[in-house]
């Protein structure tokens, strides 16, 4: 009897092939398989774990560009929590994302459920119309908006001067501004929210919301007992996804923003220190926070979501 | 992943007999009417401001409807190199970009979903892992390798980056995994290598996923403002949200006349990539969402 090794162990190679020899040949690892996995590797080695690096070591070296990089260990983060134009940054940004993704939430899920009520053509139409904000290109709606807020004479203050509110200095005034860009990112987002709840809505079977009608219960029941408890995996998912989003939001930072630094997130003052002040070892500290940040907020959510949640 | 769908509570209708089902739809068809409006209102003014001339745009107070209706801001657009040129280059990077990722999705997809080798799942893991870090965080580190690479100032700055997405090779697993075994055993009795096996049977499958993928990275390519501007210099490769930016102030001035009708041309192509894909879109939003 010739032995020969395989994968699976010993084969006796003069017995004829039956059935198992099948199966035995099929774990010998595919050629495509380990050509297209190594070639991912390396692409994800030089694109991301590469750069994932010198993050980290860029935020303990003081650097501008010009002369070597110096290393000065934690410094940078020690600066961070010195800096008021940091905490400001910071509390900017928490506001802008809380904000923002409970108006698109609450919008949302609203507009999902009632979408959820209409049949074929009438749903696909409002569907497409609340989802065209979704497909604008970032930066035409940021001008375009740039344009509605302008104060003296623009679209939105003409708007409410002939239903008899005051004009609004809008982007102009420090407490407004960052408001005024909520509203246009909720505008921007709540498309694709609904697109997302109104699919989980349609995975509810059918069967229950019917029982629940005929024991009576009119549409706002329907929504908090049934339809609500059952999409918090998707909202959580949402709420999630939002907060990784909102935080990298920039361009909307950048052309609509408020006086002084009532509008400077933390993505906005990392692209700042970088590219504007030249202070790269800073700019990769913040930025590194930022990971920081998102990395402990999604951990406690999805905690949380697995801790409460039952089927 | 349910093969067989239950009827879905929208399409059952889920009518109650009577008067109050009707005042309730109406009820729900004002509302949405209402927030409607709200939503396109601002398309309103785009559209109608492409049509005035240079003058009537930037006259305030502003007013809806042309005082005079004209093409001639169109004209003007394609007359200005600044915004043509442009143009062209962010399509041609949005098209490239496309089939890079739907290249490299849909083969990540079914190595990973299909075939065997060492290390399977954790370079798998350790792909989706990825996802984890924003963007941000890479973005001064990200422009440093390139420097070194000397790639600044190139589409290949733009388009190395953006070939892979572990979102979309999540995405194409997923799909895979659930074509039945029995297709791709029948294929192997029959001698099919695996790319064979690839390219006749799973790509024609996967279809759905690769345009709801074809939507998304078209519109985050054609989007994309941060890297782009931090990536190129030189004017003749700007891409259009960085040249329509730069239409912002010259000399001073607001170029609103310029950049109303170019902003309306520039929503041009992911209208169209969104529509032709679409049939396909809600299916895929569906799976992404949901699964997991």
Redesign the interface.
């Given at each position: 009897m010739a032995m020969i090794e395989t994968q699976a162990g010993a084969v006796d190679a003069t017995r004829t092939p039956t059935r198992s020899d099948k199966a035995t040949r099929?774990?010998?690892?595919?050629?495509?398989?380990?050509v297209?996995?190594l070639a991912?590797?390396v692409?994800?080695a030089?694109?991301?774990v590469?750069?994932?690096?010198?993050?980290i070591w860029?935020s303990l070296q003081n650097w501008d560009f010009i002369v070597d990089p110096k290393y000065v260990g934690l410094r940078n983060y020690q600066r961070m929590f010195s800096d008021s134009y940091f905490w400001q940054a910071l509390r900017v940004t928490v506001t802008f994302s809380a904000v923002e993704i409970a108006a698109a939430l609450l919008?949302g899920l609203v507009?999902a459920f009632?979408?959820?009520?209409?049949?074929?053509a009438?749903?696909r139409t409002?569907m497409a119309?609340?989802y065209?904000?979704v497909?604008?290109?970032?930066?035409?709606?940021v001008?375009?908006?740039r344009?509605?807020y302008?104060r003296?004479?623009?679209?939105f203050n003409?708007l409410l001067t002939a239903l008899g509110i005051p004009p609004q200095p809008f982007l102009l005034s420090s407490e407004q501004a960052l408001y005024c860009i909520v509203v246009m990112v909720v505008?921007t987002f709540?498309?694709g929210v609904i697109?997302?709840f109104?699919?989980?809505?349609?995975?509810?079977?059918?069967h229950l919301?019917?029982a629940s009608?005929l024991d009576g219960a009119g549409?706002f029941r329907q929504f908090w007992h049934i339809i609500l408890p059952l999409l918090r995996p998707?909202i959580v998912?949402q709420v999630v996804v939002s907060v990784?989003g909102t935080?990298?939001l920039?361009?909307q930072f950048m052309?609509l923003a408020g006086p002084g630094f009532s509008t400077r997130t933390?993505?906005l003052y990392?692209?700042q220190l970088?590219?504007q002040s030249m202070d790269?070892g800073y700019?990769?500290a913040v930025?590194?926070f930022?990971?920081l940040a998102?990395?402990v907020a999604?951990t406690v959510q999805l905690r949380r979501q697995r801790a409460t949640f039952e089927y | 992943m349910t093969i067989v769908t239950p009827r879905p509570v929208s399409q059952s209708g889920l009518r109650r007999s009577g008067g109050s089902a009707r005042m309730t739809e109406i009820i729900i068809l004002c509302i949405l009417a209402g927030l409607c409006l709200l939503i396109v209102y601002p398309f309103f003014w785009l559209f109608f401001s492409s049509f005035k001339t240079a003058k009537d745009i930037v006259t305030l107070p502003v007013q809806l409807l042309p005082r005079e209706w004209t093409l001639d801001s169109f004209r003007r657009v394609f007359a200005s190199p600044d915004l043509l040129r442009p143009y062209i280059n962010s399509l041609t990077l949005s098209f490239s970009t496309v089939a890079l990722v739907l290249a490299t999705s849909s083969l990540g997809g079914y190595v990973f979903a299909r075939l065997q080798f060492p290390g399977r799942d954790l370079i798998f893991i350790l792909i989706l892992a990825t996802t984890m870090v924003p963007f941000i965080t890479l973005l001064i580190p990200l422009y440093l390798v390139m420097q070194r690479l000397g790639l600044l100032n190139s589409y290949l700055a733009i388009l190395i980056p953006a070939a892979v997405s572990s979102f979309g090779i999540f995405l194409c697993r997923q799909f895979i995994s659930v074509i039945p075994r029995d297709l791709y055993e029948a294929a192997k009795m029959d001698g099919c290598g695996d790319f064979a096996i690839y390219i006749r049977i799973i790509l024609p499958l996967i279809k759905p996923v690769l345009a709801a993928l074809a939507i998304f990275s078209f519109l985050a390519s054609f989007n994309a403002y941060l890297w782009p501007l931090v990536v190129l210099n030189d004017k003749d490769l700007f891409t259009l949200p960085i040249a329509l930016t730069k239409l912002l102030s010259t000399y001073g001035v607001t170029n609103y006349d310029l950049i109303m009708p170019a902003s309306l041309l520039a929503c041009v192509p992911p209208l169209v990539v969104f529509l032709l894909f679409q049939r396909h879109f809600v299916q895929g939003i569906a799976l992404s969402g949901i699964k997991g």
């Open positions: 099929r774990r010998v690892a595919s050629r495509l398989g380990l297209v996995a991912l590797v692409y994800y030089i694109i991301f590469l750069p994932f690096g010198v993050s860029l919008l507009l009632l979408l959820s009520r209409l049949r074929g009438r749903q409002f119309l609340f065209l904000p497909i604008t290109p970032s930066i035409v709606a001008l375009l908006w344009w509605l302008i003296d004479g623009g679209a003409n505008w709540v498309g697109v997302l109104l699919a989980g809505i349609n995975d509810i079977p059918e919301l019917e009608m549409l998707i998912y990784i935080f990298q920039f361009e052309f933390l993505a990392t692209y970088g590219f790269l700019g990769a930025s590194f930022i990971f998102l990395l999604t | -």
